[in-house]
T-cell receptor, first 115, second 110 residues
Framework: DVKVTQSSRYLVKRTGEKVFLECVQDMDHENMFWYRQDPGLGLRLIYFSYDVKMKEKGDIPEGYSVSREKKERFSLILESASTNQTSMYLC??????????????FGEGSRLTVL | GEDVEQSLFLSVREGDSSVINCTYTDSSSTYLYWYKQEPGAGLQLLTYIFSNMDMKQDQRLTVLLNKKDKHLSLRIADTQTGDSAIYFCAESYYGQNFVFGPGTRLSVLP
């Protein structure tokens, strides 16, 4: 069964702390994505990566960075957490190429609260 | 930028049909999707339709696409309490540049 695993389901951090959110997929997918989900706003793309050591900014990259050292792992980093980064963070992966439907496979999500 | 819109809430009685509507702006979309999110979980692909199709049926699910009006709908027949979830409409160009709607929270009343 295909799987995207996010290491932390729930985190509580203090303002100014550095936060790491880890995501691992076992499907040998080239593409990986980080979204944040807020009520009424849907999913907003933070960063994505089409290959190891590659990263591209999404729609809301400010305050975030990412790391992709291995194909299966994509990490989201909040250098200095702020209260407006309290949200649900979703990792996703997909196959590269135009011959498939481009289906995104999602992890269970990491709910981050910044106090 | 491109946009996907859908109503935020829908309530139906168990056994009735549910219809969730979505409009999008990107005329170059090749695939349109419906994702389901159950409480406390990530999103899971429910169904998708290629842009050159008008309709797709899969058991209790019927997807209708009106490409001229850029309107997509999801009909769930015989809605059950287990269908209570948030449903996201999304579009992409061959799996690139996904755009998601805000999600429709479906509540199924007994």
């Amino acid at each position: 069964d295909v799987k995207v695993t996010q290491s932390s389901r729930y985190l509580v951090k203090r303002t100014g702390e550095k936060v790491f959110l880890e995501c691992v997929q076992d499907m040998d997918h080239e593409n990986m994505f980080w979204y944040r989900q807020d009520p009424g706003l849907g999913l907003r793309l933070i960063y994505f990566s089409y290959d190891v050591k590659m990263k591209e900014k999404g729609d809301i990259p400010e305050g975030y960075s990412v790391s992709r050292e291995k194909k299966e792992r994509f990490s989201l980093i909040l250098e200095s957490a702020s209260t407006n980064q309290t949200s649900m963070y979703l990792c996703a992966s997909s196959l590269r190429g135009t011959v498939n439907t481009g289906e995104l496979f999602f992890g269970e999500g990491s709910r981050l609260t910044v106090l | 930028g491109e946009d996907v819109e859908q109503s935020l809430f829908l309530s139906v009685r168990e056994g009735d049909s549910s219809v969730i509507n979505c409009t999008y702006t990107d005329s170059s979309s090749t695939y349109l999707y419906w994702y389901k999110q159950e409480p406390g979980a990530g999103l899971q692909l429910l169904t998708y339709i290629f842009s050159n199709m008008d309709m797709k049926q899969d058991q209790r699910l019927t997807v209708l696409l009106n490409k001229k009006d850029k309107h997509l709908s999801l009909r769930i027949a015989d809605t059950q309490t287990g269908d209570s979830a948030i449903y996201f409409c999304a579009e992409s160009y061959y799996g690139q540049n996904f755009v998601f709607g805000p999600g429709t929270r479906l509540s199924v009343l007994p």
